[in-house]
Structures are given as C-alpha cells and as structure tokens.
C-alpha cells in the first residue's frame, strides 16, 4: 500500500482500462461517472474514508467506470499483489477473514454486474423522483428551517456573525441534513425555493433574536451578519434580486449584514448573468463571500471578475493545518491574498483550539467550526447570544 495525491480534474482511471488496484480516499472528493450515449452520467461522489476501484482485488475485469478526482485528493493505493501477498504471508484465521470478505464483496459485485449499470441508474431515478415529491411536499408544509452556526471573531472569541444550515423537518423522520436532499433539490430547481424559505427565515430569527437580547440585557447589542448558502441555480435569472431587495424593504435592516455564500460552480455556467446578479446584489449594499475556497478549479480568476468581497476557506485545508505543510501553505496564501486584495478571510471546520490558535497566528479574523460550535436551531442561537 502506498499514498498518492492527485489534482483536481485529473482522472484516476478511465472506464475500461485495466484494473489491479483499489483506492482509500484519505482526503478530498472522487467522482464516479460512466459514459452512456455520449453523455457522462455520474453515478456517486465519494469522500473521505470511502472506497473505490475495489473490484479490482477480486478479478480482473476492466474498470466499469471512470474516477476523477473533484478536489485535491490524497489517496491510499491498495495492489492487488500486495493484498495476495501479504494474506499468504499473514496468520491463518486473519487469511480466512479476509478472504470470506472478499468472497462476499465478489458476490454483491457479481449480483450487480447483470446490468451493471441499468439496474443502478434506474435505483437513481426512483430516488430522485421519491425525494423531489417529498421535497414539494415539505415546501407545501413549511419543513424547511435554518439552523445557525457562529461565525466567532478570532481576536476576541466573540460571536460577529451566524451562518444559517438549511434542515428538513420531516415528520416522519425528524431532522435531516442537506447532503440528504441539497443534490435532488438542485437537480429539480427545488433549490431556490429552500433557498428563499432559508433566507427569509434566518433573517427574521436573527432579528428577532438581537431584539430579544437586547430587551433582556437592556441595552443594544453588536449586529451580528447573517450568512446564507446560494446554490448556483439561483444565476439564471434576476429572482434572488428580487427577493433580497423584497427582505431588505420589509424588514428595514441593514443590508451589509446579509452576506451571501456562493460557490464558483455558481459563476461556471453562466458567468454573464452570474455577474449581472452579483452586481445588482452588490448595489443593494449586500456583501458576497466565496464559498469552500480553494477547493475549485480556477478562483482566481473568479475573484478578478467577479464583485466578490470575502472568502471561506475550505474546511479541509483548516483540518489538516496541523499535520500538512501543504495546507498551512494554502491557508497562508489565501490570508495573503485576502489581505493584498481587501477581502474578509473566513476559516471553515475549526475543531481544534490549536487550529483556531495557528489561524490566528497566520492573521485570520473569523472562524467557525465544532471547536465553537456545532450549527443549533432558533432557540439555542438565542440562548447563546444571551451566555
Ligand atoms: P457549507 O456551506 O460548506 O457548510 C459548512 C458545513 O460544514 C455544514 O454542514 C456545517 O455543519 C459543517 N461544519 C461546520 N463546522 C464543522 C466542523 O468543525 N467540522 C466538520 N467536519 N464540519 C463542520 P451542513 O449543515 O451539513 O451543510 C452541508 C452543505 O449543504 C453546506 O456546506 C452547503 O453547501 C449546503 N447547504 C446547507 N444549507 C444550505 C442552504 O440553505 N442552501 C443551499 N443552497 N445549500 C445549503
Ligand atoms: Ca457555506
Ligand atoms: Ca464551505
Ligand atoms: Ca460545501
């Protein structure tokens, strides 16, 4: 077994090429896609701690689909021989194990394999037609809400802002996180309507939640900003404008506290109405930060087109900071570029006080992470404001 890392958009192997290894992901994302009438379907993103290829170490078909590393990758590389020969070389119960595993891993493979992929897509489709009702249910009822996690002024330990995490309130099921439904939902365009619930909702929370603060404490405190995820489909028209510009009337708040998150896959696909929408959003005194930096294909020349005025720094170079020198480089440049260019640095995925105390030492101003605190609902983002 040997680690390898791999750059963004390089392909770890191509459908049909030849198989003799597997591959553990230690860090970053791989997409899975398979090429059918021309077209690329992709079939899974894996992450950290998933598996890929294994097929490989029980025969030798070729590889039934193409791996391509999405973001910077680490990966350990498991030989076929190293597996045969070290079992040979190991105790016998350990080699008996090990092997009945395989066996068993042959067997869900074989059971899969007629039709390969038929049989999965279709499983696919079924989800997603399954989810999306659900989802325009759940809109129907109001099951969407934000959760808040602090945005934490490095300096001072003191609260300078909340991001707001969308959850699915569902009945039958009770809170589910978004990697369960953020994929069907922006698949469907459901997206820009938990984005517009989030959005309302967090704002009204928040000030509601100062408000209440303030009454108990009886005197005015800091304002706090309010960041809110932007999925990318919400550049195709000027509707978001709209209601930012409907929110920011109603509610007679001031606007530089709304910070919106996007990600560049916002900006990818139609880059002129991307900047149309950033512009008016900019006019209406409303800031924007650029989500999960670092992580994409082409930043920089997104941060120079673009009316982007603060960057979030992905939360696996934040991670890693005590055991790679490649992140603390990455995490360096990126502070140095916010500095030279004006920009409000945020770091993601705090867990640690030692991370939090390298990060400020590097010079960040915010941070938000478990270490602080993991995102709570309406009442607990209350409370910890009254603490
Ligand atoms: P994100 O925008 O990168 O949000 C940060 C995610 O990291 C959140 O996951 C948060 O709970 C998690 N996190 C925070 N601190 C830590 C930490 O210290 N360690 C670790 N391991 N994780 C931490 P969550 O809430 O599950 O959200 C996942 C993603 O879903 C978000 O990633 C965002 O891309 C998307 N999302 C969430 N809410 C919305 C929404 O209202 N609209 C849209 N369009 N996307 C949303
Ligand atoms: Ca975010
Ligand atoms: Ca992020
Ligand atoms: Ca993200």
Redo the contacts with the bound molecule.
Sequence with gaps: MYRKSIAPGIVVFGEGAPADCAYIIERGSVEIAIERDGRLVVLAALGPGEIFGEAALIDDDLRPATATARTELDVLVVPRDAIGESLRASQPDIYSLVTSLLMRLQAVHDRRASPPVAGAMRDDVVRTLTIEGELRQGLDNDEFE??F?PIVDLDTGEIAGF????RWRKPDRGLI???EF?GVAEQTGL?RE??AV?LASAWKSLASAQEAVAGKKGRSTKPLFLS????AENFVDMQLVANVRKLLGTAGFDPSLLKL?ITESGLINSPEIAYRVLTELRSLGVSIAL??FGTGYSSLSYLHRFPIDSLKID?TFV?ALASSDRSRAIVRTIVGLGQSMSLKVIA????EESTADMLREMGLQYG????YS??VGRASMQQMLLG
């Design positions: 934000p959760f996690q991001e707001a995490l969308a996180p978004p990697i953020i997206i938990i984005d989030v809110i995820n932007i999925a998150e989500d999960d939360r991670n993601e995925g705090i867990e938000q992470g478990y270490h993991m995102p």
